[in-house]
């Protein structure tokens, strides 16, 4: 596993690179997982760019393939910027997704045991 620091619209974040068994990347960041087709810096970046350019949008999308194992928010309720909202299992890991600020639960896309691909969309904050 490779640590790096990279810089996204002025913020700083600390990543980690995991190569898995069969050869996909993984970077996480915090409490989020992101899967790269390369682990170059300018990959990760721009990954996470986008990501966070989304997440500001309120549409919080599954950053990997995997089964819903936990939802922990319900429609109406109102969340604070990094607060657990879904569990996603994938390659035997809890893939804990946070919400990337505050605001009322809007709508939630998925039920406990959904499989998801990467970019379905999960939760929608207003």
Do not use: W
């Not at 596993?1 to 690179?17: A, F, P, Q």
């Not at 790269?36 to 990954?47: F, L, M, Q, R, S």
């Not at 986008?50 to 109102?78: F, H, N, R, W």
């Amino acid at each position: 596993m490779e640590n790096l620091n990279i810089n996204v619209d002025g913020k700083e974040y600390e990543v980690r690179v995991e190569e898995t068994d069969d050869g996909r990347l993984l970077v996480h960041c915090g409490n989020d997982t992101y899967e790269v087709e390369t682990a170059t810096k300018a990959a990760i970046y721009e990954t996470l760019k986008k990501s966070k350019a989304e997440a500001g949008s309120g549409t919080i999308k599954s950053p990997l393939p995997g089964i819903i194992y936990d939802i922990k928010v319900k429609q109406g309720q109102k969340v604070k910027e990094n607060q657990s909202l879904v569990t996603i299992i994938a390659m035997k890991m809890e893939n804990n997704i946070t919400s990337p600020k505050a605001g009322t639960i809007k709508e939630i896309k998925v039920k406990k045991n959904d499989n998801v691909n990467k970019g379905d969309i999960l939760v929608i904050i207003a």
